[in-house]
């Protein structure tokens, strides 16, 4: 069982900055390639960032490219998600989530463990 906690959440102005964490429990941690998705209300959820387990490979979404940055580091079993330039849009429910398989993948239904969101708020 992998525990996930995100952090960092919170209300910014446009054209602001947001760092999310999440924290993980696991031996494993290590070995899964991490992954940041997104959903707002009344909207399907979608993919944001992903990292690979080495760390050394990033994969983003159009729309954050250029403006977010993933990292991880896994002596502390922790992911990040830099929001740099937010932009009202930007507004939803973060999750991090876990695949055991350390290939980057962009669909939420490959990733097997999910943490509880945090809330990011964009005013313009």
């Known amino acids: 069982q992998v525990q996930l906690v995100e952090s960092g959440g919170g209300s910014v102005q446009a054209g602001g900055s947001l760092r999310l964490s999440c924290a993980a429990s696991?031996?494993?941690?290590?070995?899964?390639?991490m992954g940041w998705f997104r959903q707002a209300p009344g909207k399907e959820r979608e993919f944001v960032a992903a990292?690979?387990?080495?760390?050394?490979?990033?994969y983003y979404a159009d729309f954050v490219k250029g403006r977010f940055a993933i990292s991880r580091d896994n002596a502390k079993n922790t992911v990040y998600l830099q929001m740099n330039s937010l932009k009202p849009e930007d507004t939803a429910l973060y999750f991090c989530?876990?695949?055991?398989?350390?290939?980057?993948?962009?669909?939420?239904?490959?990733?097997?463990?999910w943490g509880q969101g945090t809330q990011v708020t964009v005013s313009s």
């Open positions: 696991g031996r494993s941690f290590s070995y899964y390639a």
């Open positions: 989530a876990a695949r055991r398989n350390g290939i980057m993948v962009l669909t939420s239904s490959e990733y097997d463990y």
């Open positions: 990292i690979k387990w080495t760390g050394g490979n990033t």
